[in-house]
T-cell receptor, first 114, second 114 residues
């Protein structure tokens, strides 16, 4: 079965600084990869997804992620963090575009310092 | 974009009572909906897959008699927590898939059992 590891439980960055959130997956075939953001007490919002093609994926809110098959990674990046980016971020892996078997990482909580 | 709603957003009930949570896809039809449970500061755990017109598929370890799922129409799935106990207190999130697109998540329901 597929699985996801987010090594960093909590990250703090200063506003305006760059951000990288790590995600490693385990799956024998081509994975379908997702990044979601969750604000406190809210549901999940899709930031971006990778199914195939260009390994650098652009998402909403200025986020991007790069799929690296050799490293089994799908790290999320943003060049300049805004205070409103403070939230919980979840990486997820699915086994098909139908998303009927998706597994989430434990999440990374992002704190943004003024 | 696809919108998924949940009702209620918060519910407090006494131990031993049953609670129903609704998940609706507002602007699309969803043959498949998912129910997740999220404990504080933890990731989402898939509880069950709800298929319109058929029985739900439960993940291992989820009691189907305790968490009753009904997907009676293409826009509504309900989760009923029967004979709720304090350990059932959690954040319940549903999601739905419009066609072959990715999952869209509801805002979640906070259940507190006294």
């Amino acid at each position: 079965a597929q699985s996801v590891t987010q090594p960093d439980i909590h990250i703090t960055v200063s506003e305006g600084a760059s951000l990288e959130l790590r995600c490693n997956y385990s799956y024998g075939a081509t994975p379908y990869l997702f990044w979601y953001v969750q604000s406190p007490g809210q549901g999940l919002q899709l930031l971006l997804k990778y199914f195939s093609g260009d390994t650098l994926v652009q998402g909403i809110k200025g986020f991007e992620a790069e799929f690296k098959r050799s490293q089994s990674s799908f790290n999320l990046r943003k060049p300049s963090v805004h205070w409103s980016d403070a939230a919980e971020y979840f990486c997820a892996v699915g086994i098909s575009y139908l998303n009927n078997d998706m597994r989430f990482g434990a999440g990374t909580r992002l704190t943004v310092k003024p | 974009g696809a919108v998924v709603s949940q009702h209620p957003s918060r519910v407090i009930c006494k131990s031993g009572t049953s609670v129903k949570i609704e998940c609706r896809s507002l602007d699309f039809q969803a043959t498949t909906m998912f129910w997740y449970r999220q404990f504080p500061k933890q990731s989402l755990m898939l509880m069950a897959t709800s298929n319109e017109g058929s029985k739900a598929t439960y993940e291992q370890g989820v009691e189907k008699d305790k968490f009753l799922i009904n997907h009676a129409s293409l826009t509504l799935s309900t989760l009923t927590v029967t004979s709720a106990h304090p350990e059932d207190s959690s954040f319940y999130i549903c999601s739905a898939i419009p066609g072959t697109d990715t999952q869209y998540f509801g805002p979640g329901t906070r259940l507190t059992v006294l």
